[in-house]
């Protein structure tokens, strides 16, 4: 009679464990009713579908730089620009029209970006975020589970884009807004995936809106401060002209046609090598030094290793003396996974110039 109550205690408690399991399971919220949460917490779905535009203004550091003049505009649909559409900066300025673009004032051509730089600039698009009518973007959000920010329970919702990259977004589970984002993306321009997270926080209102004002992101693995970012202003709803979310129009020299020539034809490296020669010849002791590095460090980003790296031969046979053009050739080596040849055009361009630190650094950072 023992053992018969001893074996009826074991499974009353092993169905109250049950139940207690069950419980639990069921009162986890759902991503809708987390992502319904975040949107009333922050002022609610119509009041964030019901912004038209925002300009973001502050500060933003990154390693050795600041700007104590930082700013970003969005409007829908789809526009962005990395800088102020009120004072457009004359030697730099990215954005999103449509596809993602950036400029160089010097040496004065306009690159299309594809790969890494093109995607960081589509991902953050969206005026609302990415959890706001998610399936609308073509995303999908799954809960992968509950975790923690700062001490505090948060849930952890992994964001698929259309594209197929993923990022999680951490919502935390009492204020229910946003306090951090995960991701593993390249953090310079053709550099390593780094996994890193951004802690977002100092929420003010804003037309009746929650926005965060700081972020701060850090490289997950080393605990090293990739950049900050701290708004001192946010506007809503200003009108934009859409042409200030595209590059500026401007009469190209020959040299700068002649760049984005180039650059237009990365993929094909015969082409890019037909292309050099011609305009050489051409232009008998125009100075193509410094835009051909420059272009050669954009095809690089974009991936196209092969016309970068025919470009960049041909560069510093045509410029002997330049420790740069050495220096470009090695890089794109470099991101080739060419070891052997990287060295050799670094160890060129220190002897060119001993003093070359950026050339000397990368030496050091070969395999």
């Known amino acids: 009679m023992r053992s018969c109550r001893v074996g009826l205690c074991w499974l009353l408690t092993l169905a109250g464990a049950t139940a207690a399991v069950s419980a639990a399971a069921e009162t986890l919220p759902t991503v809708d ?4 949460h975040y949107a009333a917490a922050r002022g609610g779905v119509e009041k964030l579908r019901a912004v038209r535009s925002i300009i973001y203004r502050g500060t933003y550091r ?3 730089y600041e700007s104590p003049h930082a700013a970003m505009a969005m409007m829908r649909p789809y526009y962005k620009l990395v800088g102020d559409p009120e004072k ?19 040496p004065g051509i306009v690159v299309r970006t594809v790969g890494a730089a093109a995607a960081a600039a589509r991902h953050g698009l969206r005026i609302e975020g990415p959890l706001v009518d998610y399936a609308a973007a073509g995303s999908t959000v799954s809960l992968a589970g509950l975790d923690s920010v700062g001490g505090r329970k948060a849930y952890r919702l992994r964001v698929r884009m259309q594209d197929g990259f993923e990022q999680d977004e951490l919502v935390d589970a009492e204020s229910w807004l946003l306090t951090a984002e995960r991701k ?9 995936d780094v996994r890193s997270e951004e802690s977002i926080g100092d929420y003010r209102s804003v037309g009746g809106i929650l926005f965060p004002f700081s972020r701060r992101e850090i490289e997950i693995a080393t605990g090293k401060v990739l950049n900050e970012l701290a708004w001192t202003s946010i506007t809503l709803d200003r009108e934009i002209d859409p042409k200030l979310f595209s590059p500026p129009e401007f009469v190209r020299t020959p040299l700068q046609a002649f760049l984005e020539h180039l650059y237009a034809e ?4 015969k082409a890019v090598s037909w292309t050099y020669r011609e305009f050489r010849r051409a232009h008998v002791g125009l100075d193509t030094c410094h835009g051909v590095e420059a272009i050669g460090y ?14 960049l031969k041909a560069n510093e046979a045509d410029y002997p003396g330049a420790a740069t053009a050495a220096f470009g050739l090695g890089r794109a080596y470099a991101a080739a996974g060419d ?20 050339a000397a650094q990368a030496l050091k950072s070969l395999p």
């Open 62 to 64: 990154e390693g050795g």
């Open 266 to 269: 990365r993929s094909d490296a």
């Open 88 to 106: 457009p900066s004359a030697d730099f300025a990215e954005g999103y029209d449509g596809s993602a673009w950036e400029l160089y004032a010097d």
């Open 298 to 311: 954009q095809m690089v980003k974009m991936g196209d290793h092969a016309g970068a790296i025919e470009l």
């Open 33 to 36: 009713q987390i992502v319904a």
């Open 339 to 358: 070891a052997a040849h990287a060295r050799a055009a670094f160890q060129r361009a220190l002897a060119l110039d001993p003093a070359f630190e950026r």
């Open 184 to 192: 593993t993306a390249p953090v310079h321009a053709f550099g390593k």
